[in-house]
């Protein structure tokens, strides 16, 4: 993880005041002054933080809102689906369970198309019961239909909130969009930030004006039952309304770099220009591998890094532009599809299949699960392993003794 704002493409050469700031406090200041007008949620570790903070705003009056306390994730969820539909700017956030427990209402969200925005703050499923950081919870729902944004630290945390906004409410978009950030990693982590001017954030993002909404006087069905003659239109549209917002997504960045100063796009080369190895990753993990990728560079390697920003839409087209001239690449996955290959690793190779230019080596490792450290001796073993021989699905950094399976355990 990184927080140098000195880094080519974050200040642009513009000044800010920068403020000291706790992940989590950081993003409840940056959705307060996106001005939702409804934000409902329900306490889980590591994301308690960040509703902590709007909660204390709008009790102080600093934030005119309507924060509803609820019982539970799915009525979090159910609130803001019921005020977005009526055409009022939303926010929740939750992690792991909590995010599985809104999944119900989040499917139901993204095929309402209603423009809520939330937060996942990225932790462990159970069981075993973890509350340390993987990305299982959220890659776990990129079927959903929910644009996923993946941020490295809190500088990427605080601006993809803004985007998100901006995007899920075009009304040629109308869907749900989930900004993702590794749980105490991000969520409790202290980095000195660029935040965002209020007149800033009212010039990149105008007040919502719904496309449509529930209003008595001109009635409308939202959710409606839909019979076999039309439940898979709207499948379709949703799949086509992804495939549109990888068009028209580069104008929405380079307007936020002409109102912050700091770049964004689907991905990001990290010392891609002749490298012969490349990890492709998302997250904070990016910043430790950027660090061992400048080490290894000093000694003449040539390695870089593949960060993935969006991983919904999945944006192909530019992942295959800089990867097809790659000869050995390493997918480091944080999550897992049980039974089968590790989820990023397969949409690479699912990718790269058929393609006149690609890599010779595409190996899958997994690391990072309920929280294990990814050192960079972690990533220099990656490094090492990328040979002409494919791997799939490596785990990095078991513990040997814990290695028995229950068929091998003694009784």
């Known amino acids: 993880m990184r927080g140098d704002l000195s880094e080519a493409g974050y200040n642009n050469g513009k000044t800010r005041m920068r403020a000291f700031r706790e992940g989590s406090q950081a993003i409840a200041e940056v959705v307060s002054l996106c001005k939702p007008g409804v934000i409902s949620a329900y306490p889980i570790t590591p994301q308690t933080h960040i509703v902590e903070g709007l909660a204390q705003l709008v009790a102080d009056g600093k934030l005119n809102s309507q924060f509803v306390n609820v019982e539970s994730e799915h009525s979090a969820a159910s609130v803001v689906l019921g005020a977005s539909a009526t055409g009022v700017r939303v926010y929740t956030a939750t992690s792991s369970q909590g995010l599985f427990l809104m999944a119900e209402v989040l499917f139901n969200i993204a095929g309402m198309r209603l423009p ?23 890659v776990s729902l990129r079927d959903s239909g929910l644009i996923q944004f993946y941020a490295e630290n809190n500088q990427e945390a605080v601006d993809w909130h803004l985007i998100a906004y901006r995007l899920a409410e075009d009304k040629n978009v109308m869907l749900a969009a989930m900004v993702c950030i590794d749980g105490y990693l991000l969520t409790h982590g202290i980095e000195i930030l660029d935040m965002p001017e209020q007149k800033e954030i009212d010039r990149f993002l105008p007040p919502y004006q719904p496309a449509y909404k529930l209003d008595v006087e001109y009635p409308l069905t939202l959710g409606f039952l839909a019979d076999p003659d039309y439940y898979m239109e709207t499948r379709f549209a949703i799949q086509e309304t992804h495939k549109e917002i990888l068009k028209f997504m580069p104008q929405l960045f380079a307007d936020f770099s002409s109102t912050f100063g700091r770049n964004y796009n689907f991905v990001e080369k990290y010392r891609l220009e002749d490298a012969e190895k490349v ?63 590790a989820p990023l690793a397969s949409e690479l190779r ?11 080596v595409i190996s899958s490792f997994v690391a990072g699960l309920g929280g294990r450290d990814i050192s960079k001796e972690s990533i220099k073993q990656i490094f090492r392993q990328l040979n002409q021989k494919e791997i799939s699905g490596k785990f990095i950094d078991l513990k040997p003794e814990l290695l028995q399976t229950p068929l091998e355990t003694k009784t």
Do not use: H
């Open 116 to 138: 809520v925005v939330l937060t996942c703050a990225n932790r462990a499923i159970s069981a075993p019961i973890s509350i340390w950081n993987d990305q299982q919870d959220s």
């Open 279 to 341: 990890i492709v990753a998302m997250g904070s993990v990016c910043g430790t591998i950027k660090d061992v990728v400048d080490e290894l560079r000093k000694k003449g390697k040539k390695v870089g890094l593949l960060k993935i920003w969006v991983l919904r839409p999945f944006p192909y087209q530019d992942i295959y532009n800089a990867l097809k001239g790659i000869l050995k690449i390493a997918v480091l996955d944080r999550a897992l599809s049980l039974g089968s290959f």
């Open 350 to 360: 699912a990718l790269f299949f058929g393609k006149k230019k690609t890599p010779k």
